[in-house]
């Protein structure tokens, strides 16, 4: 029986008001949760059956996203999606800049990438078929 149901990567942020509005005004996510109410630092965004968790630690961490450690990492995140073309142009009439658009790469996936506000970059794809 198969007890795991979903991941959700946990970055590191500059500014949670930038990140959080990132993911929601450009990328259609919904707030999952943001707190504390007094003086927010952490928040939870998702879409469908996804979500990734934002936290704002402190002025000097800053965030590390794997390309800027090692250029055979590029991706922070691996969103699967059933409908990648339908995807990238709901993205693209949004405005989103994409670091690669939709393409057949050399892992047989067929996808998209977006670079976040912090550097973050997310992979949206699906096998090839």
């Given at each position: ?6 991941v ?111 550097g ?10």
């Amino acid at each position: 029986m198969t007890n795991l149901t979903y991941v959700a990567p946990f970055f590191i942020v500059t500014n949670l008001k930038t990140s959080v509005s990132f993911y929601v005004d450009k990328l259609g996510f919904e707030i999952r949760y943001i707190g504390p109410d007094d003086d927010p630092f952490y928040a939870m965004v998702g879409r469908d059956n996804i979500s990734i968790m934002l936290k704002a630690i402190a002025p000097d961490v800053k965030p590390i996203p794997n390309h800027t450690r090692h250029e055979w990492a590029p991706w922070d995140a691996y969103i699967s999606t059933t409908e990648p073309d339908t995807l990238f142009e709901e993205y693209r009439s949004n405005g989103v800049a994409f670091s690669k658009p939709i393409h057949d790469n050399s892992d047989d996936l067929r996808g998209f990438e977006i670079e976040d506000v912090d550097g973050y970059v997310l992979f949206f794809g699906r096998p090839k078929t």
